[in-house]
DNA sequence: TAGGCCATCTGGTCCT
DNA sequence: AGGACCAGATGGCCTA
């Protein structure tokens, strides 16, 4: 005897997903991550080491199907991620109606809505029977809506965090290419670590070459210019920092120039 | 076929 | 009471 786990049908069919199934048909990526010089630092905590091993499946494989949900889910795109709603971004498009996540009792047609006649579809809620049962035996008095309900908010959650992830694949380097497979989530968690501490790096880096330049350069009076040809178009912090010291530099002649001219003329006093 | 990864359900805990 | 978060369980898909 199953419970209520017609919701879980939403495995059975599945209409749209964030990345679609083709993309990542090819091999796992090769070493493309940990080619880069900022790759792995430690292994995986409960895996054995690095991408490599971790065989990334999609999650894209089995199509969820919301339950009811997943007709609105193919036909609304930004169905997820109400991050926006706690000033973290990402888009949550409910087509003009009701947000879902403020709203948890009224979404339009969420698949916290029972449905009938989607009972006994699902292989996976049948063997979850057991647990079901326990769920009626034990302190699952909860009626059979509101159980939809939790599951439902627990889907989305998992989802938001899903999207969460994959703005964070977008912003990480690597091989975002139809042929690569996408990184896994704790492959994701972990290149965006050593991603933050090699950049840090960089950042200390550069700062310390600047001021390198700045006490040298700057010492002998001449200016740093860039070198000819090299375009700032394109390196606007590089191009402030210019500017920046010609402002300086203009400024310390003009210091300069007024010191001479009072130091003359107080010598000859 | 084993192992890795994932989605989902579920119950517990904490917070508002 | 309701929601968020978490961890365990379960089963499907994929790759080596």
Redesign the pocket.
């Known amino acids: 005897m199953?419970?209520?786990?017609c919701?879980?049908?939403?495995?059975s069919e599945?209409t749209s997903?964030a990345i679609s199934?083709s993309m990542?048909?090819?091999?796992?990526m090769?070493g493309n991550v940990v080619g880069s010089n900022w790759g792995w630092q430690g292994g995986?905590p409960?895996?054995?080491s690095g991408?490599s091993?971790?065989?990334?499946?999609?999650?894209?494989?089995?199509?969820?199907?919301?339950?009811t949900f997943s007709q609105e889910e193919s036909q609304v795109p930004g169905r997820r991620t109400?991050l926006g709603a706690v000033g973290l971004g990402g888009f949550y498009f409910q087509g003009g109606q009701q947000n879902i996540?403020?709203?948890?009792?009224g979404p339009p047609s969420d698949?916290n809505i029972p449905d009938p006649a989607c009972s006994g579809q699902?292989?996976?809620?049948?063997?979850?029977g057991?647990?079901?049962?326990?769920?009626?035996?034990?302190?699952?008095r909860?009626g059979k809506s509101?159980?939809?309900?939790?599951?439902?908010?627990?889907?989305?959650?998992?989802?938001?965090?899903?999207d969460a992830?994959d703005e964070l694949r977008s912003v990480i380097p690597y091989a975002h290419s139809p042929s690569v497979?996408?990184?896994?989530?704790?492959?994701?968690l972990l290149l965006a670590k050593n991603y933050i501490l090699m950049q840090a790096n960089a950042l200390e880096e550069m700062k310390r070459l600047i001021a390198y330049l700045q006490g040298t350069g700057g010492a002998a009076g001449s200016a740093i210019v860039a070198p000819p040809g090299f375009d700032l178009q394109g390196f606007p912090a590089a191009a402030k920092f210019l500017q920046q010291q010609q402002a300086l530099q203009a400024e310390n002649a003009r210091h300069n120039d007024g010191n001479n001219e009072g130091g003359g003329s107080g010598s000859t006093m």
Do not use: C, F
């Not at 499946?57 to 969820?64: E, G, S, V």
């Not at 699902?122 to 979850?128: F, V």
């Open positions: 199953k419970s209520y786990d919701d879980s049908s939403s495995e599945d997903h199934r990542i048909q090819a091999p796992w090769r995986l409960g895996s054995s991408p091993s971790s065989t990334a499946a999609l999650p894209d494989h089995q199509p969820p199907n919301y339950g109400p996540t403020t709203a948890p009792h698949e699902n292989s996976r809620a049948e063997s979850r057991a647990s079901s049962n326990a769920n009626i035996k034990g302190k699952g909860q509101v159980r939809l309900n939790i599951n439902a908010r627990e889907r989305r959650r998992m989802h938001d965090l899903n992830l497979r996408k990184l896994s989530k704790i492959a994701t």
